[in-house]
């Protein structure tokens, strides 16, 4: 495309940006079981409103809009007080939970730096099961991510295993309040006890649990305390645009007090430029998704998040234990909110995956780990609680249709991944592999079971480089 010579109508335009979206899944329906949080036609449209108000913001400079401040610390504010921070506590709005993360490790490693200069390698201990978003903080950090397995039993982490993995170098301990994939909360308060003998820093992931299970507990159920009530916990981050509801572009970073903060703040006058102080990633930002989460966090009000969760929570024990009784299936763990995997031992769940896509579900494949095999994700959230019995009727009948089809040669794979190792030449041969994959070209693919049995074979590291050629032919 080119920039047209003479602008088009905002009619043409609407109707053109309406068609591109129409090989999109079809989220409004309640289909797709993870990416939209909805709350309904009402709270998005109070969202939509306030997030137009601020659009043009710019949250860059407190001194030229104050308007933002407030609506930041307001928001803040409502968060620690709901994850039990007392006054000294503080924190930051973010783009969203990476962000959050991100901010979270730099701020370790910058402390680090000042408190303990002999680290020169500094290293940050993450179960297993943690979030994506860590790996990325390491790789453009440069501090060292030390994985720790989960126990094959629970499928959590076990926190003597975190205690073992603590050397000189660790400035970082941390753990999710759930995990995204299996939905489990780890052992906040054992690690937080082990944070504070160590006198290290401990990150709390609670980017899907921060509200829901802090309003959980509020509604008089069991939730294990993973939020500032734990002594060792030093920060939290928390998304509002999964269980907040908010609009897309909206987080939470919290600290337990100043004296953490004050190493995520940059600050730069060494140019000819303005002078700039940011305390979080992005420098230029609209105020719309800050007023965007203000404003439905007061729409909804703790008896609004209170009626969502009950109706949420609802569906998805419906759910799970509906998936419980499909012969072959099996939810994984014991998740603690709704947010949960589930794998089969009989047949290939990727498979399943594809067939649900044809009846226009979007069900999310997870890879295999060691302690966990290959398994489908669903977070249950208010848009799509709804389906609940939709959902599980189609996978009852998916499950029969994928069993009486001929299921994926993983052994002629395996053979293939070996073969191409051993090739004199192993980037054809992984090329090769990846065309045969339907991994390459700037096409999309439709069917994804045959190109995640091939990933999910794949040694990690191999693994990522297909991806990301993948992704460097596809877009422009
Ligand atoms: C979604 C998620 C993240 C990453 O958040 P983004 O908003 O997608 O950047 C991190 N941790 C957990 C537990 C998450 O669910």
Redesign the pocket.
């Known amino acids: 495309m080119q920039i047209p010579q003479t602008g088009l109508s905002k009619q043409e335009i609407l109707s053109m940006l309406s068609a591109f979206k129409a090989r999109d899944m079809d989220w409004k329906s309640g289909k797709v079981w993870c990416y939209v949080y909805d709350a309904g036609e009402d709270p998005a449209d109070v969202t939509k409103e306030a997030y137009m108000s601020f659009l043009s913001e710019n949250g860059l400079d407190p001194s030229v809009f104050p308007s933002i401040l407030k609506l930041e610390t307001d928001v803040v504010r409502m968060v620690v007080n709901l994850l039990r921070g007392d006054s000294n506590a503080v924190g930051h709005l973010t783009s969203?939970?990476?962000?959050s993360?991100m901010l979270a490790v730099k701020t370790a490693r910058d402390k680090a730096r000042v408190e303990k200069p002999h680290i020169t390698q500094p290293e940050m201990i993450v179960p297993k099961n943690a979030?994506a978003?860590f790996h990325k903080a390491a790789h453009y950090l440069c501090v060292k991510p030390v994985i720790v397995d989960l126990d094959p039993k629970t499928l959590t982490v076990r926190a003597s295993d975190m205690e073992k993995a603590i050397n000189e170098n660790t400035i970082l301990l941390a753990a999710?309040a759930p995990?995204?994939s299996q939905g489990m909360i780890d052992p906040i308060a054992e690690i937080g006890a082990i944070a504070k003998k160590h006198n290290l820093l401990f990150h709390v992931?609670g980017?899907?649990g921060g509200l829901h299970l802090s309003f959980m507990r509020k509604m008089g159920c069991e939730v294990p305390d993973f939020d500032f009530s734990v002594e060792g916990v030093t920060s939290i981050?928390t998304?509002l645009?999964?269980y907040g509801y908010a609009a897309k572009g909206c987080?939470v970073i919290m600290y337990r007090d100043r004296s953490i903060r004050k190493y995520q703040i940059f600050a730069c006058t060494d140019t000819t430029g303005y002078t700039l102080v940011n305390p979080t990633a992005l420098s230029s930002k609209s105020g719309g998704p800050m007023a965007g989460a203000w404003a439905i966090m007061n729409f909804l009000g703790e008896e609004g998040y209170k009626k969502i969760i009950q109706k949420v929570q609802d569906a998805a024990k419906k759910m799970m234990d509906g998936i419980n009784t499909i012969d072959g299936l099996y939810v994984l763990g014991k998740p603690a909110m709704s947010m949960f995997s589930f794998a089969s031992d009989s047949l290939n769940v990727y498979q399943l995956a594809d067939e649900m896509g044809k009846r226009g579900w979007y069900l999310q494949g997870q890879f295999s780990t060691p302690a966990i095999p290959r398994n489908l994700h669903i977070s249950v959230s208010l848009g799509n609680a709804d389906n609940a019995d939709a959902l599980l009727k189609d996978l009852r009948e998916c499950v029969e249709i994928v069993k009486s089809k001929p299921p994926i040669d993983s052994e002629t794979i395996k053979s293939m991944i070996a073969a191409a190792l051993q090739s004199p030449d192993p980037e054809a041969a992984f090329g090769q592999l990846a065309d045969s994959a339907g991994l390459s070209g700037a096409e999309l693919p439709t069917e994804m079971a045959f190109i995640n049995e091939v990933l999910d074979n794949l040694p990690d590291a191999l693994c990522n480089v297909f991806l990301v050629n993948y992704f460097n032919d596809l877009y422009v």
């Open positions: 969203g939970g990476t962000e993360i979030h978003a999710s995990s995204y992931d980017c899907v981050s998304d645009h999964k987080s």
